[in-house]
């Protein structure tokens, strides 16, 4: 694949060759330069190659030619090769530079071409198709010496470990002020992967062969090898996970590419031993002599066990339920199999709850699976008193696009009394839920969404004490503009249809109020109340939230809000609750910490705080 091109606009990639001296170690005095006659990124660039001369350590004469040298060097990356110079020592430690650039080189010849299997492959394509410079434009090294380290990288990320540069030439002719650019590339033959070997796996190995996103002879790609690691490793039944190509014979002699630091390069080689590295021309020499003639890899996977019984002790305090003590016991595998047991113990002044879920994977474990949940909830919180038992069977789902469905049935025991009336239930119900969560970072996300939408249904014919119907939705947004400016907005609704809502149990009655649904209110404290003035809970519910919070420093965020809702029995409530107010965000080392003092606009006077831990999702 030969390519001729013009081009007319001039690059600025020049990082390539300033970047290691702009963290040289330099002194206390480094030189100053007075640059007259160029400017732009090549005054930038010969005051960054000047940048860690001191003129102390050089006499006269020798600081003069070392600033020459290097001034010269500068220019030339930008197709000056005879620049004039006048050199003045103006101070101790400054001088003055006249340079007349003289001109500047062009190019000539342009000669690039792609053979092997990599001449049909598009991201060689593409990368020739993006070099910025054609026949007839101003010679600059930074281009050539990229479009060098794209090949010998995409060559050995996508599997051309037998690559090597035939010819790779850049011919300057400075009194004839041309230059000539020849660069042929031999990708060889394109690897594929070949069996994996799964070693120290105390699951069947079935199992992890199936989370495998490729199959025995797909193209090789390291980004495919570090997804297999990244899913193995998620599974939580590994301490460690090791996924590495068997690379060898002449394929161990692969050198790494240009920076030799990549993520993808340590991903394909870290398990390999340190061997010398032999240059591209020796390279290239000694496969013509002796090609390799199985271009399957074996991979190599190395797995150890994650411990069986893991545990996590965790305080906090919030404004809604003060103190808060949970304690968590997980044992992510229980047998060959990869089921798991988790254990969760919660306590604080309004509610105390344990609860556990005992998951099965199915054919795909990160995505498919069977789980029972089984708990215990006691309520003790102003005119809630609740203690609830539930069984739940769940099989869930998740797709490709993130959403995550899952259906189950449940079943619950509820003994309660609310606003001051009393009663024993039983419910035995199905429902479905779709959900979804997307943020980056994950702790103190700068974008971000949540959204969930559930459905349930019970009814007396299968023995329910309550026939009802039970919708709830919830949507959440973080966007931030520039690195200052977060803006979060959330929106929550809810409804019951029923004929007879005093069986229906304070768990799935609405209320609203509190530090993540109307701050200015206290928890819970939002919803219709009896002909005694006491909570009787809603059926149903409105909240929303707008905020907005701007960085102050560093880790530092004030924030502004309005948030507005209630909890109501007829829809189109004349006068929903809202609070306003201001409050300080710290991003700390254990999680994001939000302290906010809120107004509700239905007390003149009144404030109230708001105190959290964790994030918003």
Same mark, same amino acid.
């Given at each position: 694949?030969?390519?001729?091109?013009?081009?007319?606009?001039?690059?600025?990639?020049?990082?390539?060759?300033?970047?290691?001296?702009?963290?040289?170690?330099?002194?206390?005095?480094?030189?100053?330069?007075?640059?007259?006659?160029?400017?732009?990124?090549?005054?930038?660039?010969?005051?960054?190659?000047?940048?860690?001369?001191?003129?102390?350590?050089?006499?006269?004469?020798?600081?003069?030619?070392?600033?020459?040298?290097?001034?010269?060097?500068?220019?030339?990356?930008?197709?000056?090769?005879?620049?004039?110079?006048?050199?003045?020592?103006?101070?101790?430690?400054?001088?003055?530079?006249?340079?007349?650039?003289?001109?500047?080189?062009?190019?000539?010849?342009?000669?690039?071409?792609?053979?092997?299997?990599?001449?049909?492959?598009?991201?060689?394509?593409?990368?020739?198709?993006?070099?910025?410079?054609?026949?007839?434009?101003?010679?600059?090294?930074?281009?050539?010496?990229?479009?060098?380290?794209?090949?010998?990288?995409?060559?050995?990320?996508?599997?051309?470990?037998?690559?090597?540069?035939?010819?790779?030439?850049?011919?300057?002719?400075?009194?004839?002020?041309?230059?000539?650019?020849?660069?042929?590339?031999?990708?060889?033959?394109?690897?594929?992967?070949?069996?994996?070997?799964?070693?120290?796996?105390?699951?069947?190995?079935?199992?992890?062969?199936?989370?495998?996103?490729?199959?025995?002879?797909?193209?090789?790609?390291?980004?495919?090898?570090?997804?297999?690691?990244?899913?193995?490793?998620?599974?939580?039944?590994?301490?460690?996970?090791?996924?590495?190509?068997?690379?060898?014979?002449?394929?161990?002699?692969?050198?790494?590419?240009?920076?030799?630091?990549?993520?993808?390069?340590?991903?394909?080689?870290?398990?390999?031993?340190?061997?010398?590295?032999?240059?591209?021309?020796?390279?290239?020499?000694?496969?013509?002599?002796?090609?390799?003639?199985?271009?399957?890899?074996?991979?190599?996977?190395?797995?150890?066990?994650?411990?069986?019984?893991?545990?996590?002790?965790?305080?906090?305090?919030?404004?809604?339920?003060?103190?808060?003590?949970?304690?968590?016991?997980?044992?992510?595998?229980?047998?060959?199999?990869?089921?798991?047991?988790?254990?969760?113990?919660?306590?604080?002044?309004?509610?105390?709850?344990?609860?556990?879920?005992?998951?099965?994977?199915?054919?795909?474990? %990160?995505?498919?699976?069977?789980?029972?949940?089984?708990?215990?909830?006691?309520?003790?919180?102003?005119?809630?008193?609740?203690?609830?038992?539930?069984?739940?069977?769940?099989?869930?789902?998740?797709?490709?696009?993130?959403?995550?469905?899952?259906?189950?049935?449940?079943?619950?025991?509820?003994?309660?009394?609310?606003?001051?009336?009393?009663?024993?239930?039983?419910?035995?119900?199905?429902?479905?839920?779709?959900?979804?969560?997307?943020?980056?970072?994950?702790?103190?996300?700068?974008?971000?969404?949540?959204?969930?939408?559930?459905?349930?249904?019970?009814?007396?014919?299968?023995?329910?004490?309550?026939?009802?119907?039970?919708?709830?939705?919830?949507?959440?947004?973080?966007?931030?503009?520039?690195?200052?400016?977060?803006?979060?907005?959330?929106?929550? %609704?809810?409804?019951?249809?029923?004929?007879?809502?005093?069986?229906?149990?304070?768990?799935?009655?609405?209320?609203?109020?509190?530090?993540?649904?109307?701050?200015?209110?206290?928890?819970?404290?939002?919803?219709?109340?009896?002909?005694?003035?006491?909570?009787?809970?809603?059926?149903?519910?409105?909240?929303?939230?707008?905020?907005?919070?701007?960085?102050?420093?560093?880790?530092?965020?004030?924030?502004?809000?309005?948030?507005?809702?209630?909890?109501?029995?007829?829809?189109?409530?004349?006068?929903?609750?809202?609070?306003?107010?201001?409050?300080?965000?710290?991003?700390?080392?254990?999680?994001?910490?939000?302290?906010?003092?809120?107004?509700?606009?239905?007390?003149?006077?009144?404030?109230?705080?708001?105190?959290?831990?964790?994030?918003?999702?």
């Amino acid at each position: 694949m030969g390519r001729q091109r013009r081009w007319t606009s001039a690059t600025g990639r020049t990082v390539l060759v300033v970047l290691p001296l702009l963290y040289a170690t330099h002194g206390a005095w480094a030189l100053e330069a007075s640059i007259t006659g160029v400017s732009d990124e090549v005054e930038s660039n010969i005051q960054a190659y000047l940048q860690n001369v001191e003129a102390e350590q050089y006499t006269e004469a020798r600081l003069e030619g070392e600033v020459r040298q290097r001034t010269e060097e500068a220019m030339r990356v930008y197709g000056y090769y005879e620049p004039d110079i006048t050199f003045e020592h103006t101070g101790d430690e400054r001088v003055s530079l006249e340079v007349e650039p003289g001109p500047q080189i062009e190019i000539e010849i342009l000669s690039i071409n792609v053979k092997g299997d990599a001449s049909n492959d598009p991201p060689f394509q593409q990368a020739v198709e993006d070099f910025p410079l054609e026949e007839g434009d101003a010679l600059r090294h930074a281009p050539w010496e990229r479009l060098r380290g794209q090949f010998s990288g995409l060559a050995i990320e996508r599997g051309y470990f037998d690559w090597g540069f035939t010819d790779r030439r850049m011919e300057v002719r400075p009194y004839l002020q041309s230059a000539r650019l020849y660069m042929n590339f031999d990708s060889g033959p394109r690897y594929q992967f070949g069996k994996t070997s799964i070693t120290g796996s105390h699951i069947e190995i079935d199992r992890l062969l199936r989370i495998q996103p490729f199959e025995r002879g797909d193209p090789y790609l390291a980004q495919t090898l570090a997804d297999y690691n990244q899913s193995l490793a998620e599974t939580g039944w590994f301490s460690s996970v090791s996924v590495r190509p068997r690379l060898e014979t002449a394929q161990e002699l692969a050198m790494s590419p240009s920076g030799g630091g990549d993520a993808w390069w340590s991903e394909a080689t870290a398990s390999q031993p340190e061997r010398p590295r032999v240059t591209g021309a020796a390279l290239t020499s000694a496969l013509s002599i002796n090609k390799p003639s199985d271009t399957q890899l074996p991979i190599d996977v190395s797995v150890e066990p994650a411990d069986r019984h893991q545990f996590e002790v965790g305080i906090g305090y919030a404004t809604d339920v003060g103190p808060r003590l949970r304690f968590g016991w997980e044992q992510p595998w229980i047998n060959r199999y990869g089921h798991s047991l988790d254990h969760d113990l919660y306590i604080s002044s309004p509610e105390q709850r344990f609860t556990g879920v005992y998951n099965v994977p199915l054919e795909d474990p %990160l995505r498919d699976s069977y789980r029972l949940q089984y708990g215990i909830r006691n309520i003790d919180d102003s005119d809630t008193q609740s203690l609830e038992g539930t069984v739940e069977v769940a099989r869930r789902w998740e797709f490709d696009n993130d959403w995550v469905q899952t259906l189950y049935f449940r079943t619950t025991y509820e003994d309660f009394e609310q606003g001051g009336e009393a009663d024993q239930v039983w419910l035995f119900y199905p429902g479905i839920q779709w959900s979804r969560t997307r943020t980056r970072p994950q702790r103190f996300p700068l974008w971000g969404d949540r959204q969930q939408l559930s459905l349930e249904y019970s009814d007396k014919v299968w023995g329910s004490d309550a026939q009802f119907t039970r919708v709830t939705a919830d949507t959440e947004w973080i966007r931030t503009i520039g690195n200052d400016n977060r803006f979060l907005a959330r929106i929550s %609704l809810g409804a019951i249809e029923t004929d007879d809502f005093a069986k229906i149990p304070p768990s799935l009655r609405f209320f609203a109020g509190g530090d993540r649904s109307v701050r200015g209110y206290s928890y819970e404290s939002l919803s219709p109340r009896n002909e005694e003035g006491r909570l009787r809970g809603g059926q149903q519910l409105l909240t929303s939230t707008l905020e907005y919070q701007r960085r102050v420093t560093g880790d530092w965020w004030a924030a502004t809000f309005v948030d507005n809702g209630d909890a109501f029995d007829n829809w189109g409530p004349n006068d929903l609750k809202t609070g306003a107010g201001a409050g300080v965000r710290w991003v700390s080392p254990v999680g994001p910490i939000r302290f906010d003092i809120a107004h509700p606009f239905d007390h003149e006077d009144d404030w109230r705080l708001h105190f959290s831990i964790g994030p918003e999702f």
